[in-house]
């Protein structure tokens, strides 16, 4: 049985987050640039995609650029630039029947980025089977902030009452506010952190990391975390006892 026969379809993760770290670490281990190992990134974005597309996985989050990023040297961050510019293809969507959505701090982006992305996803607005969600020039303290100053906003100018404010009224607020929470969260590339991704969003999910750099990380790489997922039991504060009641009941 292979590993992909070992995935119940009917428990999958509606919504899978990946924080697809090791593209550097991945070129400089061959004696390469780094903008070697991002380029090598992108393919295994195609091919993660196209194949979390088949599974009838329904939202797909990529952490593909951070604010912090921006620190970085500007040369990377060109090269980061020209990847999106230069690789991130309609076509691949189209093919894919996959809608294109971003969030992040757009202000930030080179004004030819931001308009190749908002062209991609204005062809692919009426795309269905999957949603690809680039994370771009995006930290979740900075949404977070955003959203609170939203809220703020609203209170003072005597939209809100301050004990109006709920959980639902954040999430309203929040850049993710069109798709559920991530089930399932996966860091490639050997670090156990989700530096500054969807911290609000992530409070239930369950992570996964492993040592395979980005690069790495195909097909099967995929199935493993998604069988690991499925063999855990989500609680939500309950017992386990609780759980299986719970299942029992809807069963009936």
């Known amino acids: 049985m292979t590993l992909k ?20 670490r991945w070129a400089q281990a061959r ?20 194949e979390c597309t088949r599974l009838g996985v329904k939202y797909l989050t990529l952490y593909t650029f951070s604010t912090e990023n921006w620190n970085r040297p500007s040369a990377e961050v060109t090269a980061l630039m020209q990847l999106i510019l230069n690789r991130l293809l309609e076509e691949v969507f189209m093919k894919n029947n996959v809608r294109l959505r971003v969030i992040g701090d757009m202000s930030r982006l080179p004004e030819d980025v931001l308009n190749h992305l908002n062209e991609i996803c204005r062809h692919t607005e009426k795309n269905d089977r999957m949603t690809l969600v680039l994370a771009i020039s995006y930290s979740s303290r900075w949404e977070l902030t955003n959203a609170m100053q939203q809220i703020a906003q609203k209170v003072s100018d005597g939209i809100l009452k301050p004990e109006e404010v709920t959980e639902e009224t954040i999430n309203q607020h929040l850049q ?11 860091r490639t590339g050997g670090e156990y952190r989700i530096s500054n991704y969807l911290l609000w969003q992530c409070a239930y999910s369950e992570f996964y990391f492993t040592k395979d750099f980005w690069p790495d990380f195909l097909e099967e790489q995929l199935y493993q975390a998604i069988i690991d997922y499925q ?22």
Do not use: S, W, Y
């Open 176 to 186: 993710t506010n069109f798709m559920p929470e991530p089930e399932l969260l996966i």
């Open 231 to 252: 063999q855990r039991q989500r609680r939500f504060g309950k017992t386990g006892e609780q759980v299986q009641e719970d299942k029992k009941a809807t069963n009936i």
């Open 31 to 50: 004696g390469l640039h780094r903008a070697a190992g991002h380029n090598q990134g992108v393919d295994t974005v195609t091919r993660i995609t196209e």
């Open 5 to 24: 026969d070992q995935i119940d379809m009917e428990r999958l993760p509606k919504h899978i987050a990946m924080i697809m770290d090791g593209n550097g």
